[in-house]
Structures are given as structure tokens and as C-alpha cells.
């Protein structure tokens, strides 16, 4: 077993303005470079955890917490949200949160929390200039963040986060503002992030590129942990779905394939599911 490097212990948290509580009694543990994804309805408390992992729970929003989450070794609670951005970083569902308003070009956004560390000019330069090409935004760097498209901000937004080099990232649907193309962009920088040693917590909506990169799955209900396992078992649940979620394509299509005796094998996970299922029955 890798090291665990984030961990909910009995964690529950009630915002100040509702009766219920958002998240209710989590427990679980994340390893070193896995890819951990969190998925379930909508309100099942995702954007929540994702607040609370980073600390913006408890140290922004107002309400009511019992619990801990660690991270690395550092409390929540007890550790600010500049320390816990040392070791955790963020992408917002909505990049339009995630811009800090003061800069006056995506130059300086991209170089605003590396600003706040004291990273000096000539290092910054170099750190701007990489991750811009990296995210396809090196053309846009003298441009007014608030003059770019959803797409343009969103990538921005990734890169202001992952500029500051955190060794887990926690992506709350960040590919809303993007084409499909852009999504796969993304993802693909995602990926390798993941294959260099980063942890990533991915919470999505798009259940095949879940099922094809998690190493472990989560799902959450009305706050709750209902199921914490591999992808493959995830998806295999046949009551999966009375939790709002809907599954990949090839699940359905192995599914009906079974109920018509085309074929008896297991659901397995590969680059090409649903063309790999269709040619083992038709075998």
C-alpha cells in the first residue's frame, strides 16, 4: 500500500443557511499518485468535499463541522489555507471563482499565487512561459482575464493552480467551459501529471473517462459514502443507478448483450470498451 496523503476521519459539515447537513460521517483515505474520482447526483455534497479538502472549509465558509480531513500531514483545521496550498491545489467548477480580479493580464494571473510565495521575477518568468505553453494560452498572456471566453478562463484557472506545482489536485469538473476537444486537451495534461507522480482528485460527470483512468471510485449520496471500490466493481453494481449516476456506455451494451445470452463475460475496463465488448460476442 502507497502512503495515504489525504484522509477523512468521521468528517461532517452543515452550511450556516441549511437545516441539513452537506456531508455526513466520511471516512476514507486517498494514496500517493492515485487517481481518486468522486462522483454522484447533483447536491450529493461534491463541490463541498472538494471546499473542504482544500480548507476553504472551515477557514471560508460559515457553518458547522465535525471530524478532520488531513492532508499530507497537515490538519485543516488547524493549518491556513497559504499552508495547505503548499501541498493541495484546486480547479473550480465555475473558473470564474478561481480569478483573483487584480490582474490586469493572464501574465499576472498565472503569476499571482507564485507573487504571494516570493518566487523570484526571473524563476516566474520561467514558470509563466511553461505552464502558458502548456495550456495552449502562451498567445493570450497580455490579454485581460475578463475579456477571454469560459474556455479561455477555465484553462487559465487550471493553470494559475497547477503553476504552483501542488503535489494533489483536485478538479471539480473543470472541463464545464470546454468543447469536447478541449476537454480531451485538458485531460490529457491531466493524465500525465498523474503518470509523473501527482495525486489527482477528479470529481466528473462523464462517466467514461471515470471508468477508464480511476483507480478508485466514490460515490456519494445526499452527503454520504454509499461505495468506495474499483471502477470495475463500481459500474458492475446492477443498483448503481438509483443513486442519479449514470454509467459508461459499454456497461449498458454488456449488459443487454448478457440479457440476450450474446455473452456471459465480465465487464472489463479497457482503452476501447464498448468496440472491444461488441467483437468478444461477436466471436
Do not use: W
Not at 129 to 140: E, F, N
Amino acid at each position: 500500500m502507497n502512503k495515504v496523503i489525504v484522509e477523512a476521519k468521521n468528517f461532517s459539515y452543515r452550511y450556516n443557511q441549511t437545516p441539513r447537513r452537506a456531508l455526513k460521517n466520511l471516512d476514507f483515505q486517498v494514496e500517493e499518485g492515485s487517481f481518486f474520482c468522486i462522483i454522484g447526483a447533483n447536491g450529493s455534497g461534491k463541490s463541498t468535499l472538494c471546499n473542504a479538502l482544500v480548507g476553504l472549509i472551515p477557514h471560508y465558509f460559515v457553518g458547522k463541522k465535525a471530524g478532520e480531513i488531513i492532508i499530507d500531514g497537515l490538519k485543516t483545521e488547524t493549518s491556513t489555507i497559504a499552508e495547505l496550498s503548499t501541498r493541495i491545489g484546486l480547479v473550480f467548477q465555475n473558473p470564474f471563482n478561481q480569478l483573483s480580479y487584480t490582474a490586469a493580464t493572464v501574465a499576472e494571473e498565472l503569476a499571482y499565487g507564485l507573487g504571494n510565495r516570493g518566487i523570484s521575477r526571473e524563476e516566474m518568468h520561467q514558470k509563466v512561459d511553461y505552464v502558458a505553453k502548456l495550456m495552449r494560452i502562451d498567445q493570450l498572456l497580455f490579454k485581460n482575464p475578463l475579456e477571454l471566453s469560459g474556455g479561455q478562463v477555465q484553462r487559465v484557472a487550471f493553470g494559475s493552480t497547477f503553476i504552483l506545482e501542488p503535489k494533489i489536485l483536485v478538479l471539480d469538473e473543470c472541463t464545464t467551459q470546454l468543447d469536447p476537444l478541449g476537454g480531451d486537451e485538458l485531460f490529457s495534461i491531466v493524465k500525465k501529471l498523474n503518470q509523473n507522480g501527482v495525486t489527482v482528485i477528479m470529481v466528473d460527470h462523464d462517466m467514461e473517462r471515470v471508468a477508464q483512468n480511476a483507480d478508485k471510485i466514490m460515490v456519494l449520496s445526499e452527503g454520504e459514502i454509499v461505495a468506495i471500490d474499483t471502477p470495475q466493481k463500481i459500474f458492475e453494481d446492477p443498483f448503481i443507478t438509483t443513486y442519479g449516476i449514470d454509467v459508461p456506455d459499454y456497461v449498458k451494451l454488456s449488459k443487454a448483450l448478457a440479457e440476450k445470452n450474446y455473452t456471459h463475460h465480465a465487464i472489463e475496463i479497457t482503452e476501447e470498451p464498448t468496440i472491444a465488448l461488441v467483437k468478444e460476442a461477436l466471436k
